[in-house]
């Protein structure tokens, strides 16, 4: 039997993809084989996004923190995300999405950034779905990053500090003209943010699962749009204002 597409798609769902290095320790590989396995659920996901209707699907591909992480897996990460752009971004396109990207992209190297900007350029123009790949990416960065930018404007004489507000601070977020997720899902059993978009995030519905993200199918995907489905977003109203 065909699963029924969930009642209520969300319009942008935000995924944190994380369980690689446990997927690969508990078959026995290396971890770098389980971030490669995570390339292929990421590619199945973002096709049953696009099957079923959602708008913008935002992945969190590397934080700023992982540059912590031993130098030859931040390595063989680069390699994946450089070889994966090279493989997928014809696919993507014919599939009419456009790919875009949030983080600070400056401390990568020449080769990948050119072709971060080509698969934003090309792609530029689909409209079925909108693919963020947040890379080097970090909530705390993107809230500063704002605030450097509205500075910037006051210091101008551009804007007086008193038209200040949450919709100014909310224009100057990365990718500001896509929605705030409605569906959060972060794989691999933690129940943390881990410095994901903390801004947007703020009326987002958390769904925390164990399945490690290359365990992570289209059938994971329906189950977590399904208990998004039986949600009811009160945005600080009562239930019965949502009846009316
Ligand atoms: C997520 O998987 C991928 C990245 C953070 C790049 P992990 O590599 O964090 O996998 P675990 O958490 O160690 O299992
Ligand atoms: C979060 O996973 C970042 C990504 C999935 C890219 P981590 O594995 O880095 O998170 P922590 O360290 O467990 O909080
Ligand atoms: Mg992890």
């Known amino acids: ?71 030859y897996e931040v390595g063989a990460l680069m390699h ?9 971004v014809r696919r993507l396109d014919e599939a009419g999405v456009r790919i875009c990207f949030i983080g600070d992209r400056h401390r990568f190297d020449a080769p990948l950034q050119t072709r971060m900007r080509e698969a934003e350029a090309i792609t530029a123009k689909n409209e079925r779905m909108t693919l963020v790949i947040a890379v080097n990416y970090g909530g705390r960065w993107d809230i500063a990053e704002a605030a450097k930018a509205i500075s910037r404007k006051v210091a101008s004489g551009q804007m007086a500090v008193d038209d200040i507000d949450e919709a ?30 903390l801004w947007q995030l703020a009326y987002t519905e958390l769904y925390f699962t164990p399945v490690l993200w290359p365990d992570f199918k289209a059938a994971e995907l329906d189950r977590a749009m399904d208990w998004f489905s039986s949600r009811e977003r009160r945005f600080g109203q009562i239930s019965a204002q949502l009846q009316e």
């Open 1 to 71: 039997m065909i699963h029924p597409y969930p009642a209520v798609v969300p319009k942008h769902i935000a995924i944190i993809m994380d369980g690689n290095g446990r997927w690969a320790e508990q078959h026995g590989y290396p971890r770098v084989l389980g971030h490669r396995r995570g390339a292929t659920a990421l590619r199945n996901v973002v096709r049953a996004c696009v099957e079923r209707g959602v708008r913008v699907l935002t992945v969190f591909a590397f934080s700023s923190e992982n540059w912590r992480r031993p130098a």
């Open 80 to 88: 994946l995300f450089l070889q994966s752009l090279r493989r997928e």
């Open 168 to 197: 100014v601070f909310a224009a100057e977020i990365q990718w500001a003209d896509v929605p705030d997720p409605d569906l959060l899902i972060r794989t691999g059993g933690e129940q943390r943010i881990s410095n994901f978009m």
